[in-house]
């Protein structure tokens, strides 16, 4: 099944302790990308990749970490956890940086004490 | 920075209506406007796009109209059903679809 993966679903960490989310799809798409969804704002975008060992910083990206080494996995770190990180986490991926069909992945609800 | 808005957080309509969702953008140099569903507990899912130098745009069930002149989108549902019941957002893109913009959303609400 073509989907979109995310672990772990739910986390609840204390300010400081480092903490990565991975993200993994399995359609071989070039373009992956990481939101953050706070009630009363929408999805804003953390970090995208365009390709394999190519990211770049969206509107959010203070706090946040990312690589790209395979193109299948895009992994999300926080080195050094906030409260004001306490989110819910989406990934997506789509098949090019021109596609606009973007596919998420269930979500990571993050929660930093 | 650019935004994109909707104009009202919720609408409630009966099943077999049809819905209209509507949207504000602020950037003009957007290439493309997009609409994406969002169910409760899921991650959002692609419901149509539509390019900058077009009008209006078909899907099944859905039509997504443009107006650039008054920099506004909206997003149409015909015979509207429990299923379609969800958030919805529009959001925006540039050439190139690096960056995805995305409204605060409206939740639909269908009423049987």
């Known amino acids: 099944e073509a989907q979109v993966t995310q672990n772990p679903r739910y986390l609840i960490t204390v300010t400081g302790k480092k903490l990565t989310v991975t993200c993994s799809q399995n359609?071989?798409?070039?373009?992956m990308s990481w939101y953050r969804q706070d009630p009363g704002l929408g999805l804003r975008q953390i970090y995208y990749s365009m390709n394999v060992e190519v990211t770049d910083k969206g509107d959010v990206p203070e706090g946040y970490k990312v690589s790209r080494k395979e193109k299948r996995n895009f992994p999300l770190i926080l080195e050094s956890p906030s409260p004001n990180q306490t989110s819910l986490y989406f990934c997506?991926?789509?098949?090019?940086?021109?596609?606009?069909?973007?596919?998420f992945g269930p979500g990571t609800r993050l929660t930093v004490t | 920075g650019e935004s994109v808005g909707l104009h009202l957080p919720t609408l409630s309509v009966q099943e077999g209506d049809n819905s209209i969702i509507n949207c504000a953008y602020s950037?003009?140099?957007?290439?493309?406007f997009i609409w994406y569903k969002q169910e409760s507990g899921k991650g959002p899912q692609f419901i149509i796009d539509?390019?900058?130098?077009?009008d209006k745009r078909q899907g099944q069930r859905v039509t997504v109209l443009l107006n650039k002149t008054v920099k506004h989108l909206s997003l149409q549902i015909a015979a509207t059903q429990p299923g379609d019941s969800a958030v919805y957002f529009c959001?925006?893109?540039?050439?190139?679809?690096?960056?995805?913009?995305f409204g605060a959303g409206t939740r639909l609400f269908v009423k049987a």
């Open positions: 997506a991926s789509s098949l090019a940086w021109g596609s606009n069909e973007q596919y």
């Open positions: 539509i390019r900058s130098n077009m």
């Open positions: 959001a925006e893109s540039s050439t190139g679809g690096f960056k995805t913009i």
């Open positions: 359609m071989n798409h070039e373009y």
């Open positions: 950037n003009s140099a957007s290439d493309y």
